[in-house]
């Protein structure tokens, strides 16, 4: 075999592909432990301002304050959680920014499930009524979308593996 043909690089071994081993932020533990001291964080808030909101008697300035800062804080994750589709798709974004996607898609679901939870915290502050409001119709909308959210991870974690036992690797001849 001449010099020129000769392949480079380490060879091939048949049916072993190589892997890139996964940063901290790519594997899933450092989101689980960030997002329950950030919901832990906002229970603690909520419930200690609350607590200050009854020991002043009802004070509507401290429950308006209560209920403003939950929601903020809960916009403010939900446009972190949203960042992650607009850096997907500009590649400005994916150029500049630190992190790979699979770290930034890990925030995603993490954050996401946070602000859901804030969203949660935020709705049971206030007082519940019967009557229809935005706010009702948006969580319900949330809840819709979180819920796909779900669903959608748990097909692509478990279709692709049943796939090559069913059809032969995908191709046009092997599927018929």
């Known amino acids: 075999m001449s010099r020129a043909t000769k392949p480079k690089g380490p060879r091939a071994r048949p049916g072993v592909e190589p892997e890139r081993p996964r940063k901290l932020l790519e594997r899933p533990w450092p ?7 950030i919901g832990g964080g906002i229970v603690a808030l909520a419930l200690s301002m609350l607590k200050t909101a009854q020991d002043d008697g009802g004070d509507q ?36 920014l630190p992190g790979t996607m699979m770290a930034w898609l890990k925030a995603h679901v993490w954050l996401g499930l946070v602000a859901t939870f804030a969203i949660v915290v935020h709705w049971w502050l206030y007082p519940i009524n019967s009557r229809i409001t935005t706010g009702k119709i948006t969580l319900a909308i949330l809840v819709v979308l979180v819920v796909s959210g779900i669903a959608w991870r748990i097909v692509y974690v478990t279709v692709p593996r049943g796939i090559p036992g069913k059809v032969g690797n995908l191709s046009l001849k092997d599927t018929r």
Do not use: D, N, P
Not at 80 to 87: D, E, I, N, P, V
């Open 31 to 37: 989101w689980m432990i960030l997002a329950g001291l």
């Open 61 to 96: 300035g401290a429950a308006f304050l209560l209920l403003a800062g939950t929601g903020l804080i809960a916009v403010v994750l939900m446009l972190l959680t949203a960042f992650y589709s607009a850096r997907k798709r500009r590649r400005v974004l994916q150029e500049h």
